[in-house]
């Protein structure tokens, strides 16, 4: 029980997980252990509509309080948004990241740019 922002008791549930998550990069195509955080906390209300009602004016997270709520339903929606839309190594080390390998470099360098020939299409507009 603690106040809520309208200075009335209200129920809370602080929630903190941790979890590590194998994604692949979507730089270097190579695994990635993605560790998520979550560590939030909701307010109870008594009812959807209160939910609905106090959402809007609300920062704080609003949760309906009832006898059957599932707390591990709720810890993995939290943890699937904690998940990046594109998961990426800081660095990419592995073999095929583009930038940081000499040798990927190498066989960049053979090829020509796709749009080199390009410039010699270039208009000139006066
Ligand atoms: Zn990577």
């Known amino acids: 029980m603690q106040p809520a922002s309208a200075g009335t008791e209200s129920v809370w549930l602080h929630v903190s997980a941790t979890a590590s998550v194998p994604l692949i990069c979507q730089r270097c195509l190579g695994k990635v ?12 209300v008594a ?22 709520f599932d707390v591990l339903a709720l810890i993995e929606d939290e943890l699937l ?32 740019h796709p749009f080199a020939a390009l410039r010699g299409l270039k208009i000139r507009k006066n």
Not at 33 to 44: E, G, H, K, P, S
């Open 33 to 44: 252990d993605l560790a998520l955080n979550i560590d939030q906390d909701f307010r109870f």
């Open 47 to 68: 009812d959807e509509a209160t939910a609905l009602a106090e959402d809007d004016e609300s920062d704080e997270d609003l949760l309906v309080l009832s006898r059957d």
């Open 81 to 112: 948004m904690a998940m990046p839309i594109v998961p990426m190594h800081e660095t990419c080390e592995s073999e095929h990241a583009p930038t940081s390998d000499a040798s990927a470099a190498d066989v960049l360098e053979e090829k020509p």
